[in-house]
Every structure is written in structure tokens, then in C-alpha cells.
Nanobody
């Protein structure tokens, strides 16, 4: 099983990034997929999740209105479009797959990616 994140980097406040998570080794379309993040010295927290189709979507309060999650089951890929980024969004972002909805707690995750660093700084 692999979840491979990409798209992280350094961006100025107010900028945008699009993260991608490509999965292999399991039946992707059967799983809710989520994004979590972990800042230095803080707990890993849920950011957003999407159900097996796009009819079920979860956003943490910190992501509402700024982030958009989507999935392409034909490509085994989930995207997180992040706009209006703030310095407090700086963290390692992890892709996760689980079988519990909403996928908003670490305990619900079955598979984790390795993470991609997002740094928001001027």
C-alpha cells in the first residue's frame, strides 16, 4: 500500500498550492481519503476529507472557505487546493485513507502517506 503526496513547497502568505495524493495497493474508490497536517510541536490534525464519491466532504474550521478537496477515482488521486494561505498553515501535510466517516480523527486512519512540507512565509 502506498499513498504518495506531492505539491508542497514554500509560498508567500495569500498564495496558493495544490497538493496531490496518489494511491496504490488497495481499492482506492472504496475508501474515504483525507488530509491531515502536523506543525512542529503540535498534534496531527484533520484538515479535510472526501468520501468514496464527492457527495461527502468534510472540512475543519481552519480550512472552510479556503481549501477545496476533490478526487479522481480513475487516477487513484485526491487533490487539496489551498488558497489564501496563512503562516499558521505551515505544517507537514499527510494523505490518509480510512473506512470511518468523517475521516477526521487519527484513530480512523488505516493508511498514511509520508507527508509533504508546506511552508507559508514571506
Amino acid at each position: 500500500v502506498q499513498l504518495v503526496e506531492s505539491g508542497g513547497g514554500l509560498v508567500q502568505p495569500g498564495g496558493s498550492l495544490r497538493l496531490s495524493c496518489t494511491a496504490s495497493g488497495f481499492t482506492f474508490e472504496n475508501y474515504p481519503i483525507g488530509w491531515f497536517r502536523q506543525a512542529p510541536g503540535k498534534e496531527r490534525e484533520a484538515v479535510s476529507a472526501i468520501g468514496r464519491d464527492e457527495s461527502m466532504i468534510y472540512y475543519a474550521d481552519s480550512a472552510k472557505g479556503r481549501f477545496t478537496i476533490s478526487r479522481d477515482n480513475a487516477r487513484n488521486t485526491v487533490y487539496l487546493q489551498m488558497n489564501s494561505l496563512k503562516p499558521e498553515d505551515t505544517a507537514v501535510y499527510y494523505c490518509a485513507a480510512g473506512s470511518v466517516w468523517p475521516l477526521s480523527r487519527k484513530q480512523y486512519v488505516t493508511y498514511w502517506g509520508q507527508g509533504t512540507q508546506v511552508t507559508v512565509s514571506s
